[in-house]
């Protein structure tokens, strides 16, 4: 099933955004074992993320042949752990986190790719920057030396309105399209799950997060 789901959803993301720009898909591996990302990756999948940090590193050795992505909240005291291991991490939400990964990675020699984080649905329960502070929390997140800004993520909010989320979409891109003017490495606008990724790809999202579309309903382990 992962295989024919993998195979399912890279043919028919084949022709791009409606820009016609590449969609990278990630698969979003939060409770998947070892095997069964193993074989979305032998079925075509290049791109895998994870949402823990307990995760990332307990899977790191068991998995191979894909950019490994941090897609969940980063705890400042767990970034050690993802030092020189990822190929992009995109939820850099905070300036205190930003702070952590310079030292972190400027010990070491490395430089973290990042996305920034937008709060696109202005909610509570989310992280993140607002719309409004996206473009200069930006510029002051490129003059970290060791952290290369790579462009914007974001998750819509829950909503029945189809027209919200189409206008939410396309600000996005609007503030992905005004970073992209002075900076030649922004080159993801990550937005995209598995109840919206189409949507947003219509609006311009060039990288999609998909998990349960591709491996079925998460596997949680029963609670003693």
């Known amino acids: 099933m992962i295989a024919e ?7 028919e993301i084949a022709g791009g955004n ?7 898909l990630v698969a979003a591996t939060k409770t998947r074992t070892a095997d069964e990302i193993n074989e979305a990756i032998e079925a075509g999948i290049t791109d895998i993320g994870e949402n823990k940090v307990q995760e990332f590193t307990e899977k790191f050795d ?3 042949g894909a950019n490994r992505h941090f897609i969940g909240h980063l705890q400042t005291n767990k970034v050690k752990y993802l030092i020189g291991k990822t190929y992009l991490i995109h939820s850099l939400d905070r300036f205190e986190l930003a702070d952590e990964i310079q030292k972190r990675a400027e010990k070491v020699g490395w430089v973290a790719d990042c996305l920034l984080e937008v709060n696109i649905g202005s909610e509570l329960s989310k992280s993140g920057f607002s719309r409004e502070e996206a473009l200069s929390a930006y510029e002051k997140m490129r003059a970290y ?5 790579r462009g914007l993520m974001a998750m819509l909010p829950l909503s029945d309105d189809t027209q919200y989320l189409r206008e939410l ?9 005004t ?4 900076d030649t490495n922004a080159a993801y606008l990550s937005m995209g799950m598995s109840g919206d990724w ?3 790809a219509e609006c311009g999202s060039n990288m999609i997060r998909l998990g349960t579309s591709l491996f ?6 029963a609670k003693e």
Do not use: F, W
């Not at 409606?18 to 990278?24: A, V, Y």
């Not at 030396?145 to 800004?149: A, G, K, L, Q, S």
């Not at 079925?216 to 382990?221: E, K």
């Open 216 to 221: 079925g309903p998460r596997n949680y382990p």
């Open 62 to 64: 068991l998995v191979h």
């Open 18 to 24: 409606n820009l016609g720009e590449k969609i990278t």
């Open 5 to 11: 789901n993998v195979k399912k959803t890279l043919a």
């Open 179 to 182: 970073i992209r003017i002075s």
């Open 169 to 177: 979409c396309l600000s996005m891109r609007q503030i992905y399209d």
């Open 198 to 200: 189409r949507l947003c």
């Open 145 to 149: 030396p060791n952290i290369r800004m």
